[in-house]
């Protein structure tokens, strides 16, 4: 049988911070898809986290923003960016899960 390679497998989830990478060197998602070789639809997918990229694809894109794979893919969700500068850790902020 094959894994499920969407969204409602949680057990097995791929968390990414492909479009945080993208935006920070200013690079399109038609932009990325096409340095990798998939069509932009694919890489929004995988942003909104509704696909889980396929090792190549992973590398591919790591190799494309000189990451390593940690970097940009992760069993566990990424820390945002503003919880790691905020000066009380112990404050969520609004729309926080935690």
Do not use: K, W
């Amino acid at each position: 049988m094959a894994r499920s390679t969407r969204r409602d497998d949680d057990t097995r989830r791929i968390h990414n911070r492909v479009n945080v990478v993208r935006a920070e060197v200013g690079m399109s998602r038609a932009q990325l898809a096409e340095l990798v070789g998939v069509n932009p639809q694919t890489i929004g997918a995988l942003e909104r986290g509704d696909h889980y990229p396929s090792l190549q694809l992973a590398m591919s894109i790591c190799e494309v923003f000189d990451l390593p794979v940690e970097a940009v893919f992760s069993r566990t969700p990424f820390q945002s960016i503003a919880a790691s500068y905020r000066r009380d850790p112990e404050v969520p902020a609004r729309g926080d899960q935690s």
